[in-house]
């Protein structure tokens, strides 16, 4: 069955610094891979995502995620935080359905 | 344009009254669409999707039921809450390669 972690519940990073958010996939071939972002409250909103081709994919607001098939990894980076990224954070995987990480809380400190 | 609107997005319901959180879509046909419920730390359990009139695909036994009477609405219901539905209720919409959209949610408090 395919599963999706996210290791990292909460992180914490200062306005300006760089920012990784790891996501680690189990599933039977190369599915659509996506990261999600949702403020408190609210839906969730497309960051992102990879189908095939260049594994750097660049998305909205800043951010980008490479693909690792060696790895089944899919992280999402930030070169430089803004308060306003601060939001939960979902990886997910799949085609027809797909499968959510439980999130990453990401906290912005000035 | 194509949207997606879910709604109410807030209820407070008694324990054992009956739900019903609708959603329906725009701008688009025979739609795929999806219930998720989302619990504190746990992600997004993906309950009902349906890639059709009347053709429903449940995930997760539980409390609760889908149903698509129209191409572009689709219905969550309970007949009777329980403590355990208390969450926060997303639509969503399968855009092909573009993902899902999601709808804004409704956040359910069973008391």
């Known amino acids: 069955a395919q599963s999706v972690t996210q290791p990292d519940i909460h992180i914490t990073v200062s306005e300006g610094a760089s920012l990784e958010l790891r996501c680690n996939y189990s599933y039977g071939a190369t599915p659509y891979l996506f990261w999600y972002v949702q403020s408190p409250g609210q839906g969730l909103q497309l960051l992102l995502k990879?189908?095939?081709?260049?594994?750097l994919v660049q998305g909205i607001k800043g951010f980008e995620a490479e693909f690792k098939r060696s790895q089944s990894s899919f992280n999402l980076r930030k070169p430089s935080v803004h308060w306003s990224d601060a939001a939960e954070y979902f990886c997910?995987?799949?085609?027809?359905?797909?499968?959510f990480g439980t999130g990453t809380r990401l906290t912005i400190i000035p | 344009s194509q949207t997606i609107h879910q709604w109410p997005a807030t209820l407070v319901q008694p324990v054992g009254s009956p739900l019903s959180l609708e959603c329906t879509v725009e701008?688009?046909?025979?739609?795929?669409l999806y219930w998720y419920r989302q619990a504190a730390g746990r992600g997004l359990q993906l309950l009902f999707y349906s890639v059709g009139i009347g053709q429903i695909s449940s995930e997760v036994p539980q409390n609760l039921s889908a149903s698509r009477p129209q191409d572009r609405q689709f219905i969550l219901s309970s007949k009777k809450l329980l403590l355990s539905d208390s969450g926060f209720y997303l639509c969503a919409w399968l855009r092909g390669q573009y993902g899902y959209t999601f709808g804004s949610g409704t956040r359910l408090t069973v008391v």
């Open positions: 997910a995987v799949g085609y027809e359905v797909l499968t």
């Open positions: 990879y189908f095939s081709g260049d594994t």
């Open positions: 701008g688009t046909s025979n739609p795929n």
